[in-house]
């Protein structure tokens, strides 16, 4: 799915020149004239991030957040806010909003945040995606191919892994080879460091 700016706010005008502006950069937008617009087209497979007005009609930006934290949203946030909202902004922060922007801004500023947090969402669905991919390999592996990994990752020799498991050097290179194709690495050293953190 085309990573896009996901811009809610219930002022038209802003909308419109948020729109323009995002898009004269090279970044695909799409705009809700309210939260609830947004709620009901978000899907977990949506990439981006979101910019929210803080104070709607209906719901408000923060409500649609925590909606949408509760739904499992990963898109960073960015928060729109007038004068009089930077606490409510702040408070969001600590919930883990990306940024929020005081309104008027300055029009470079906020397109440099929203690149910054697609680049984010980017990097981040990367990151689940090579998890994921592990996982995978992981799953795959056979219970002897498992107690092979256990034991190359514990810098184990082919012989003396062929000793402990009570069979042969060869079938050991063949377990070893199978499981580093599952895994998708060449070396001992790659296998280490793909698994580094998951044990």
Not at 23 to 51: H, K, T, Y
Not at 120 to 125: E, F, I, W
Not at 179 to 186: E, N, T
Request: hydrophobic share 45%; proline share 4%; aromatic share 6%.
């Amino acid at each position: 799915m085309t990573p896009c700016a996901y811009l809610v706010d219930d002022d038209e005008a802003i909308r419109d020149s948020l729109a323009w502006l995002l898009e004269s950069r090279g970044v695909c937008c799409r705009s809700f004239p309210a939260a609830e617009d947004f709620l009901a087209a978000w899907e977990p497979a949506l990439a981006g991030c979101l910019l929210l007005d803080i104070r709607m009609d209906g719901m408000s930006g923060p409500e649609l957040f925590d909606a949408l934290n509760e739904l499992g949203n990963r898109m960073p946030v960015i928060f729109l806010t007038g004068h009089g909202d930077v606490p409510m902004a702040v408070s969001a922060l600590k919930k883990g909003a990306f940024d929020f922007v005081e309104k008027p801004c300055n029009d470079n500023e906020l397109v440099n945040r929203v690149i910054e947090a697609l680049q984010l969402d980017a990097n981040q669905r990367a990151a689940a995606s090579g998890a994921d991919s592990v996982n995978e390999g992981l799953n795959r592996l056979t219970t002897r191919e498992r107690q092979v990994m256990d034991l190359i990752l514990a810098g184990k020799l082919n012989k003396v892994i062929a000793d402990e498991l009570q069979i042969s050097m060869r079938t050991v290179e063949v377990h070893r080879a199978k499981l580093f194709d599952k895994m998708g690495v060449r070396t001992a050293v790659e296998l280490a460091q793909l698994l580094a953190g998951k044990r």
